[in-house]
């Protein structure tokens, strides 16, 4: 699996957008790009994931980079509610192999 | 449906004793997981099963076994119990589909001290 490099920490003001970026410079090119969070004291939950084209949910929107090396997930308008960790996960398209976890970027949301 | 749920939510052990942890899910997915989260840290792979009576180490497997007889139900079992094992260990599971998206479910969690 492709390695992911994340800031530790960010920070944000409430209802202000909040870009998270993710390196993944060894992604292949049938990786899909995964994005989980993880609130305090709860697993880890879908966000969102991509492949090429930048895509939306309710959640979030996620831009990749036109050469697939970065990749970054927008919270349009952060609330309190979305202070969590936030895992970008490169997989294998193909693979049974389960989803690796690095550190995160823990985000903070100030009133 | 409860989705993935998780029992005990809390356990205080003693060094060298044994517990099994419970998982069971409702949502008929046949890969199941369970991970550890020491704090401050991501998570890591203990074991994962990809369907009743498979299963499979991960990247943390020593001082745990596991066991798939049903769809539902992933018990992760502590048979000597350490102070290494003192972190938080989330079960989760996926519907097996391709390409993606690969969601996997996650259950609340067991918060376990070995003291």
């Known amino acids: 699996d492709a390695k992911t490099t994340q800031p530790n920490s960010m920070e944000s003001n409430e209802e202000e957008p909040v870009h998270l970026p993710c390196n993944h410079s060894?992604?292949?090119?049938?990786?899909?790009i995964h994005w989980y969070r993880q609130l305090p004291s709860q697993g880890p939950e879908y966000v969102i994931h991509?492949?090429?084209s930048n895509v939306n949910n309710r959640m979030a929107s996620l831009a990749i980079a036109e050469d697939r090396k970065s990749s970054t997930l927008i919270l349009h308008r952060a609330t309190l509610r979305d202070a969590a960790v936030y895992y970008c996960?490169?997989?294998?398209?193909?693979?049974?192999?389960?989803?690796?976890f690095g550190k995160g970027t823990r985000l903070s949301v100030i009133a | 449906n409860a989705g993935v749920t998780q029992t005990p939510k809390f356990r205080i052990l003693k060094i060298g004793q044994s517990m099994t942890l419970q998982c069971t899910q409702d949502?008929?997915?046949?890969?199941m997981y369970w991970y550890r989260q020491d704090p401050g840290m991501g998570l890591k792979l203990i074991y994962y099963?990809?369907?009743?009576?498979?299963?499979d180490k991960g990247e943390v497997p020593n001082g745990y076994n596991v066991s798939r007889s049903t769809t539902e139900d992933f018990p992760l079992r502590l048979e000597l119990a350490a102070p290494s094992q003192t972190s938080v260990y989330f079960c989760?599971?996926?519907?097996?589909?391709?390409?993606?998206?690969?969601?996997?479910?996650f259950g609340p969690g067991t918060r376990l001290t070995v003291l």
């Open positions: 949502m008929n997915h046949n890969y």
């Open positions: 991509g492949l090429t």
């Open positions: 996960i490169p997989r294998r398209v193909s693979g049974n192999t389960p989803l690796v």
């Open positions: 099963s990809v369907g009743a009576g498979i299963t």
């Open positions: 989760a599971s996926r519907v097996k589909t391709r390409p993606a998206p690969d969601t996997q479910y």
């Open positions: 060894t992604i292949s090119g049938t990786d899909y």
